[in-house]
Nanobody
């Protein structure tokens, strides 16, 4: 399958910027979509941003305009540029891949693969 390793998490102040990176070790032709999720204490894991193999992006409303997801297919890396950080952005951030090696993707056919998670803390 694929192994995902995140980096870039840190302690930040309100208004700061951080950049998260995810290195994906696997066949990029089977990575239908890559994304970032986060989980704050006592809350469910939620989608932050996602980018498909075709380059379509999707953002949570709470980060729209502040966060930017990007990928480098040659290096098999995924990045999340976070700006104007807020205390509510504090969470463990997980890199995610929807693993699908077929031709025509349909929801439910792929397998979710997760990184180990990385802490982002924003203090006021």
């Amino acid at each position: 399958q694929v192994k995902l390793v995140e980096s870039g998490g840190d302690l930040a102040q309100v208004g700061d910027s951080l950049r998260l990176s995810c290195s994906a070790d696997g066949n990029r032709n089977c990575m239908y979509a890559m994304g970032w999720y986060r989980q704050a204490p006592g809350k469910e894991r939620e989608l932050v941003a996602q980018i498909t193999r075709g380059g379509l992006t999707n953002y949570a409303a709470s980060v729209q305009g502040r966060f930017t997801i990007s990928k480098d297919e040659n290096k098999n890396t995924l990045a999340l540029q976070m700006t104007s950080l807020r205390p509510e952005d504090t969470a463990v951030y997980f890199c995610n891949v929807i693993w699908f090696c077929g031709v025509v993707y349909q929801p439910g056919l792929g397998a979710d693969v997760w990184g180990q998670g990385i802490q982002v803390t924003v203090s006021s």
